[in-house]
């Protein structure tokens, strides 16, 4: 018979019974977990076990230092010890710009709560006294790094599960999972098949080939890694209080205490990708044989740091694989397109992130949506077209880089030209610097004769500043274009089109002919989508917004979708230019002859040249200026009649750069900066495009009047800030009053009123003017501005 349950976990390694366990947590207990052999059968039980807050994105950042905290709880639920060691910890700086990192890192630390420190060489040498602490400037401590017992943990984990009321079924292997036509799955074990309403891949080591048996690839791939216990180390055993753990990002290496001697592991650059074709079946609890040649140089560095190393003995070398996703960060979420398919796979750091990604999980299926913006770890960050050829060297890449400095403006080389639109090499032979996004290269900006074609990655202004600056002034002062080839498109059509919209979008839909904007709401009121949506007939609707959203706001269309709606990704299927600059609309009229004069806010199909086109007239420059959209294929020819009519008008291409500088101007907030899953359309003013006045009960109608009844707690301004060579980036604390009262959003030199500008979410209550903002370890002066600093009564954009 077959036995049925609500959520069928596969694997039994750290995540998936820390899933387990969140799922009963969290109100769930009909849920089962399979596990092919012993629960901690894949990397779980060789991990060196230790655990730290530190991490780039602030969210999951919060999520780990969550899953540290949790540990004490679940021994007390369980009367299991997960063998904790909260030993603190200190991150070394031998150079200025790992310094900066710790700098940024400890400011953002500031309003997160967190109790980081910046220590100099004398507290380091006191801290951890087998530091050889020459050339290192300083380190940021953490008091909150630790280590455990990665077995008793996870059995921890489990037997909490249990108490919670769930199954768990060891020696049970998973060989199939189908999907019935109602969503539900069947999971076909070498014990029987079960019945299950969702699944979750936690299969770890084996991930690729669960996903594998439902029809689908995840971008993760594993690397073997190696760590070495030492014999007994006087210096360590002869203390009173266990030594803390120390990361040392030149040497690419962490330590830690262990036992009476110690314990170090790399991320050396002569990495090996393990498995490339695959997991075996027949892996199980053994390791991989030493390798000390691919460490070498990274041991002679450590007797260097940590001199004690050298005459200690090794007692034992663990070399094993886990796996990775493209930038490190595992791949949690639905899987969009998918019914009832649920990853938490691809997680590096599971003592560290484990908790938090049973907990996002657990309220994603069970609440609908979680807590705070998860994107650094949401599935849905990467395209559905990758594979593995795109994967690996993006995973060795990511290997190389874990302790690297990780710059706000740093464009990293693997696995480049993915995507590419026609425009590629004209823009190459332009002097295009290009970035990435989503798979696709995007022009960051043009280097001119004599300059040089790579941007210096640095906290600081970088080797773009002038060449930004210049084409800001073309925008400003002529006319710029710049391709749109980077925005997500979707068309909409069918009967019920503008009704769906309605219910999906917060804001007014646009009459045929019009656009608006919009944000589109979770059912908690918060931000999942700023929209601009145009209506090109009755029946069919066009919808811009960002392009590395794609696959997370189809999973939320997908999900929503009913009536006679018929939904189109169209973002790599229409591309073409937009023109901003006072003499944008020359330029529009000399392209074609059948341009109609269009107000702000206005949509039409014209040619232009030989090329029918869809233009809207809007632009994110703030300026006047359209967005003209074509089919790929008539991408060149659109150039051609847009460059040719250009040139009396001084026109000049420009990249994200100059588009990010110029949207500063006039406070435009920007996806994942201002407008996120974390923030509300109160706080962020994004409540001005509310349709409050439709009679639809648009998804997260009711929480967002309800902030609109009680008043958001927090708004979004703007600030002029006295910047030396740096400017802002995102999550500076904002100091007021001597107090740390908000962060910043997002921020930039804007060029054309030359002036370095902060976005900021404060107090709603505040209503000062002069505050001061925390860049890189300096407090700067920053002035908050009423207006914005350039068109402020929008005469320009609105033409
Ligand atoms: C040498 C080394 C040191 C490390 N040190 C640390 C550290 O200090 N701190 C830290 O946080 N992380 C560390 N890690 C990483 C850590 O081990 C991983 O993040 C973690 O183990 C991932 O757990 P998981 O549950 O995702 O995967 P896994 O542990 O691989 O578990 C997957 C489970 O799924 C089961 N499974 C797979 N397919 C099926 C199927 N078809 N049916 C049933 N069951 C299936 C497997 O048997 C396995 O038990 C280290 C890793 C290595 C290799």
Redesign the pocket.
Known sequence: MTETTRVAV????????SVLYHLTKLGWSDVML????E?????????????HTLNGDTNMAALQGYTIRLYRELEELTGMSCGLHHVGGVTLADNRDRFDMLLAERAKHRYMGLETEIVGPEEIAKIAPITNTDGILGALYDPLDG?LD?SGTTHAYAKAARMGGATIKTH????ATTQRPDGTWDVV?DQGTIHAEHIVN??????R??AAMAGLYLPLHAME???IVTDEVPEIYERSEEHPHVMDPAGES?LRQEGRGLCI?FYEQPCKPWAVDGTSWDF?HELLPDDLDKIEDSIAFAYDRFPVLERAGVKSV??????FAPDGNPLVGPVTGMRNYWS??A????????GGVGLTLAQWMIEGEPERDVTAMDVARFPAHLRQEFTRPKVIENYQKRFSVAYPNEELPAARGLRRTPMYDLFDSMGAVWGAQYGLEVVNYFAEDGEERYETPSFRRSNAFDATAREVRSVREAVGLNETHNFGKYEVTGTDARAWLDRIMAGRIPKPGRISLTPMLSPKGKLIGDFTVSCLAEERFLLTASYGSQSYHMRWFLKHLSGDVHLENMSDRRTGFQIAGPRATDVLRAASRVAPDMRFLDIAEVEIGMTPCIIQRVSYTGDLGYEIYCDPMAQRQLWDALWEAGQPFGIKPFGMRAMMSLRLDRFFGSWLAEFSPDYTPGETGMDRFISWKKEVDFIGRSAAEAEKAKGADRQLIAFAVEANDADTHGYEPVWIDGIVQGFVTSGGYAHHTCTSTALALVPAAWDGDDAEIEILGEMCKAKRLRTTIFDPDGTRMRG
């Open positions: 596969i694997g039994g390694g750290v995540i998936g019974c399979l596990e092919r052999s629960l901690t059968s894949g990397s779980t039980w060789h991990a060196a076990g230790g655990f280590h990665p049970c292997k998973v060989t074990t936690a299969g770890g080591l084996w991930a080939e669960v890694h190696q760590y962490y592991g199980g663990i070399h094993g694989p886990f796996t938490a796979c997680v590096m750091a599971g003592f560290s992130q484990g």
